[in-house]
């Protein structure tokens, strides 16, 4: 890629290959262009020229310096161009550009904006004790259907897929908001995460089609800002709504922004014609079945693990070991297809293997600031709702700065390297954590939310665009599913594991408590001190001194994750990205 510096090493896409019956094949220019050699008529008004080759062999030796073509049986339904079609001129991707951030919006604030509204939707359905489902439910279904829907999108294409996840999404909508029981609203949550899976994880690959290398850090900057306010604000409206409204229009509020976004799609966005393949794609149906399966069994596991039933019971127990023999039998099941649904060389090829892990220890370490510190806020530094989301709202300014800045730092220095610094700053922000004075003030611990989102800017963008682009269109969304997919199982991970950090802290610290019966674990002990009138004042300090250790304690185990993701960049990454090389500019 001309004009990238440091580690970043252009490689030029393989050559296409030519058919037998005289069509072009896939990796070439769209149907009906001219054969190899000849003179290429102008393109359509609403279709770029090609802007990388796309030919990429799914070997683990596609990165090497000089990757070999491959036939266009061997890659079924490539495209011609490696971006996706739009107009001709900026201005012409932006109904496209819009329709992704509205997207984007959807599947993000789903994920939070129940959580203010539990005590309207059980009160009305009933269901206490199943009630956390609506948040498990959703997140599940979303990421296990990561991997499908990002090869889906490399067989058939980015735009049916997003057409059904949207549809399935609002379908999943009016559903839910006609739900007449817990259990029936658990089930349409989880049709609203069937579609949500392929809004987020469809957009991000359009995205990086859309847009030549220089240029994602915007288009990404953009999302990391929709994503993050639309997280954020969740709460607020699902709030205002369930308070002044009625608890449904939580869901029927999807229908108008779903139904624009869905017609800027169907309107806008262009794939180029592409020839048919000399072999139907057949699709991995077991594959998908084996993957979805074992994920909703490890998911599960982690999920409910520890608040559902303990961690040593026979349902936990039950749970991981059934997860492990089906991770077994997926694994042998998509070492035989013909065209797997995780193909193997997501985890042969460095480049990909790395960022993977790497994400991966990101999702685990953001568990700290986005579940643990608002309780430590509410808790210890006495702040209100909105005071306390104030305080890890902050990070969501800092992070699509950094992010769209990061295009200087890795055009001079690389990819790789960029991202260790961010993480590196990244964890000594985490350290400095458990130093903050007990109670302190509320600016603290938000001036640390306020750095550690601009590290995480510099960490998280570089990575995901370098792994973009070190493959062709054909492998695209696959890679970013397998990004997406590592980093949400990240998360899981981690909320089960610094859950059991904190119950364990809280633990050890109430066994010489001043007073007796005090509330043993993490939720008690907030909802108790939201009453501080019913404790005493030194039961009162002993309990938020606990919290502020128990959260200590999970900032520590957060910058132990942020080691991990050094480590990994450090020893497993490749020092230079291997860049496939862009050809003609999109026309603008």
């Known amino acids: 890629m001309g004009g990238a510096d440091g580690d970043i090493e252009a490689i030029p896409g393989p050559a296409a290959a030519t058919s037998a019956a005289g069509a072009a094949p896939p990796g070439t220019a769209p149907a009906g262009a001219a054969p190899p050699g000849a003179a290429h008529p102008s393109p359509p008004a609403n279709v770029t020229k090609p802007t990388e080759a796309t030919a990429v062999s799914t070997a683990p030796e596609a990165t090497a310096a000089t990757p070999a073509p491959e036939p266009a049986a061997v890659t079924p339904a490539a495209p011609a ?51 956390s489902w609506l948040f498990s439910g959703y997140l599940l279904a979303m990421t296990v259907t990561l991997p499908v829907y990002g090869k889906l999108s490399d067989t058939f294409g980015r735009k049916p897929v997003l057409v059904a996840g949207i549809i399935l999404f609002l379908v999943g909508s009016v559903l839910c908001a006609a739900a007449w029981n817990m259990a029936a609203l658990i089930a349409f949550r989880v049709v609203q995460g069937l579609g949500g899976g392929a809004l987020q994880g469809t957009v991000q690959t359009i995205a990086a089609d859309l847009y030549p290398l220089k240029e994602r850090p915007k288009i990404q900057a953009k999302l990391s800002t929709v ?30 922004v779903g139904a624009i976004a869905l017609w800027l799609v169907v309107r806008h966005l262009h794939e180029p014609s592409r020839p048919r393949p000399a072999v139907r794609p057949r699709i991995d149906w077991a594959g998908a079945l084996a993957v979805f399966a074992t994920g909703v069994l490890l998911l599960t596991a982690l999920v409910q693990g520890g608040v559902a039933w303990p961690w040593l019971s026979a349902p936990s127990l039950g749970l991981f070991g059934a997860s492990a023999v089906l991770a077994a039998l997926t694994v042998a099941i998509e070492r035989r297809a013909a065209d797997p649904i995780i193909p193997g060389w997501v985890w042969r090829r460095r480049t990909i293997a790395s960022v993977n892990l790497a994400l991966g220890a990101m999702g685990l370490l953001m568990v700290a600031p986005t579940v643990f510190l608002p309780t430590y806020a509410q808790s210890v530094l006495g702040l209100g709702p909105i005071a306390a989301g104030f ?18 730092v890795y055009n001079r220095i690389g990819f790789r390297l960029t991202a260790i610094i961010g993480m590196s700053a990244a964890l000594l ?41 070190t493959v062709g269109w054909s492998e695209r969304g696959t890679t970013t599913a397998s990004v997406l997919f590592c980093r949400q199982v990240g998360q899981s991970v981690g909320a089960a594991l610094f859950g059991a950090v904190a119950n364990g802290v809280l633990a050890s610290r109430l066994t010489d408590a001043p007073v007796p019966g005090l509330p043993g674990d993490l939720d008690a002990i907030s909802h108790a001190l939201d009453d501080p009138g019913s404790l005493s004042a030194a039961a009162t300090d002993h309990l938020r001194r606990a919290v502020d250790a128990a959260v200590d304690h999970v900032y520590l185990g957060a910058a132990v994750a942020a ?19 862009e050809g003609t500019e999109s026309v603008r």
């Open 81 to 131: 161009t490696a971006a996706t079609a739009t107009a001709e001129t900026p201005r012409g991707r932006r109904p496209v550009v819009a329709a992704l951030m509205l997207g984007m919006a959807l599947s993000a604030i789903d994920g939070t904006i129940v959580s203010t509204a539990v005590p309207q939707i059980v009160g009305d359905l009933g269901g206490f004790a199943v009630f």
């Open 227 to 256: 994503w993050a306010t639309s997280a954020v604000a969740g709460p607020a409206i699902g709030g205002l709504l369930a308070a002044y409204a009625d608890w449904r229009w939580i869901f029927l509020i999807n229908l108008p």
């Open 391 to 408: 305080v890890l709202s902050v990070m969501t300014l800092s992070w699509p700065v950094s992010a769209a800045l990061s295009n200087r």
């Open 429 to 469: 922000i985490l350290l400095a954590f458990p130093l903050l004075p007990y109670p302190g003030a509320a600016w603290q611990p938000a001036l640390i939310m306020l750095l550690l989102g601009a590290a995480l800017g510099l960490f998280q963008l570089p990575l995901i665009v370098g792994v973009q682009s």
């Open 563 to 581: 080691g991990l993701a050094l480590l990994v960049l450090v020893v497993l990454a490749p020092r230079r990205f291997p860049i496939l090389e």
